[in-house]
DNA sequence: CGGGGGGTTGATGAGTGTCAATACCTGTGG
DNA sequence: CCACAGGTATTGACACTCATCAACCCCCCG
């Protein structure tokens, strides 16, 4: 068991001292997409107050597990973090990808335990927010309120996203569509959008888009054939994105 | 358009004069799971008087749909509903169908406009909650932001479900699913869960599973040949559930 | 009586899963 | 620094599930 949660957390047992958790959320770099964006500055101390700011963990690491009983939701801050959820036979769907200014693990609100497990993909970051401290939060602040309650129906926009990816699509429009919303996102938070490295591995792109790892590879060794993008192990460059974009839009099906 | 919008609605022009209109949550059968369920007494009369009860529509009629500006989440009182999003070129992916008690149109939320279509299924009538007021509401009543916070998560938890559905499941696995948890649902709701009427289309299983009609059909005649099932038309009967859910639990990819 | 929509069943082939062999990459220890 | 091991990715051959196309049935409604 390796969990960053706040409490009986070995791998990060000073958690206020550090510098770097220290760093405010008006200050962060993150502040205008993430939770606190539409928060007025003189309720921001109250919020900033209760957030607990977790050092970097590296890759493999369990954020939490499905089953775990709900305490808090998360804000990715740094690298990624994965999403999934697991069966009685140690089967994994995940669920999601998560970046920077990402918020996890909503999905333990309504049951007191998380139906999903997370784990960072690489060295990441998160920041942890006590829910029974920021229900107290919600009370006061409404534009906070708000925003959660955005954030929420936001997730449940992002599934049907998702939906229409695995039950309408076929195998390259699967990946292609993947690659152009990994872009897109990257491209909100100030990345290239035609440039970046998949933090995830092959095995993992196969299991969230519903193909297998020699599926995912030979659309991607295809796609490079075609010039359509530029595959060097995790590092992907977009040749050309319009196309790809054609490609993840279409409907196959019917 | 014939959606049943509170405004400029021609089916439904008296919204509060019908005797039907007048039942109150607190008596109201689905009570025990609807959004008020929480809500303490006192605060019940407020939340009372912003919805509006609709009559019955009849199948095919829209509630709302995709692009529409977002204005109201609905409960669904009787009948039954399909919600799906379509997209450039028109075609549909049905993101669920939806049950007395179930609320619909959370996804508009979080940009103003509803990223889906809602249609009945069947005759079918809703409870109509407008937003706005909604939100005025939650400033005040706790429980209520509590619950919609829940609902919302909840809705977060059957898109995982839906995504394990779609991405690990043979067509069988995924047929006898859907048969399961609509039974499920059914039973929470009072009725037989092993005797039940069907209200989609062949069509509208298959683009919700991911499937063509021919396979669902196909599927079902084989469940029927193995006597799993028992199928003559939309009419279902459950002959061997323990099985079926056997079957819905595998896991078959990798 | 005819027409049309929805559902079933059959024949066939495309797309993708499965199995297997090989190459590559990364970190570890000598 | 190199060798090695273990995991990760690629590529190929084959099999199987399910989509496609087509014919037909059934039932409801005009």
Redesign the pocket.
Known sequence: MSAVRSRRNPINPASNTAAEQRVECRKCALFRICLPKNVDSKDLAALDAIIIRHKPASRGQFLYKSGDRFAAIYAVRSGSVKTYRSDDQGNEQICGFHLPGEMIGLDGIVGNRSTSSARFLDTAAVCEIPYHKLEDLLLQIPQLQQELTRLLSREIVVGQWQLSLLGR??????VAALLCNIADRLQQRGYSPSDFN?P???????NF??????????????F??ERLIQ????RITLLAPAELRRLAAHD???
């Open positions: 699509k076929k195998a390259d429009e699967r998949l995830m591995s092959r095995a993992d792109i196969g888009l519903g193909l297998t790892i020699e599926t995912v590879s030979r659309v991607l060794s295809r490079q054939k595959v060097t192990g995790k196959s099906l019917h």
